[in-house]
């Protein structure tokens, strides 16, 4: 498929915003990698993990298995304080973006970040470092998570 750069990276030293990549073990088909990255997204909690997106989640857009090799999520934070007192009492939205090697390869690149404020207290760490420990279960090299001013 015709990759198209869908997982943009993050704005240097960012706080808000996680890019990393994850590999399959060797000789993992294309079709296989897509298939594990697609059970590990279904995997995670409709209302969040760990004190995140407890209003849940959605898949925007799936074409892994199409032209982009890519899928997008929106993911929906608690309503604490910070969002009644910045966000009128809305959930902030994330974004996760995942795209699947479009040489033919089955790396993935995973994005995930938050629209708005320069800090997110956390919270995208913690949504990749739950979709890693799946994949990670299943064979996969998922390095440590880590924010770019890290």
């Known amino acids: ?9 993050c704005r240097p030293r960012s706080l808000n915003c996680i890019r990393t990549s994850w590999s ?5 088909e294309r079709s296989d990698a897509v298939r594990d990255v697609r059970d590990a997204l279904s995997s995670y ?8 997106d407890c209003n849940g989640w959605r898949v ?3 074409d892994l298995d199409g032209p982009t090799s890519s899928a997008r999520l929106e993911y929906y934070s608690c309503v604490g ?6 966000n009128l009492a ?22 995930s970040s938050s629209r708005m404020g320069s800090s997110d207290l956390g919270v995208n ?7 890693g420990a799946e994949l990670r279960g ?12 890290q």
Do not use: H, M
């Open 60 to 62: 925007v857009q799936d």
């Open 90 to 111: 809305r959930p902030f939205v994330d974004d996760l973006t995942i795209e699947v090697g479009g040489d033919g390869s089955a790396e993935v690149k995973v994005r």
């Open 24 to 28: 399959p073990p060797a000789g993992t």
């Open 1 to 9: 498929p015709a990759n198209a750069a869908a997982v943009t990276a």
């Open 125 to 131: 760490k913690k949504r990749v470092d739950y979709l």
């Open 45 to 52: 909690p409709r209302k969040g993990q760990s004190g995140v």
């Open 138 to 149: 299943r064979g996969w090299t998922v390095p440590t998570t880590k924010y770019g001013y």
């Open 81 to 86: 304080p910070t969002a009644v007192s910045i």
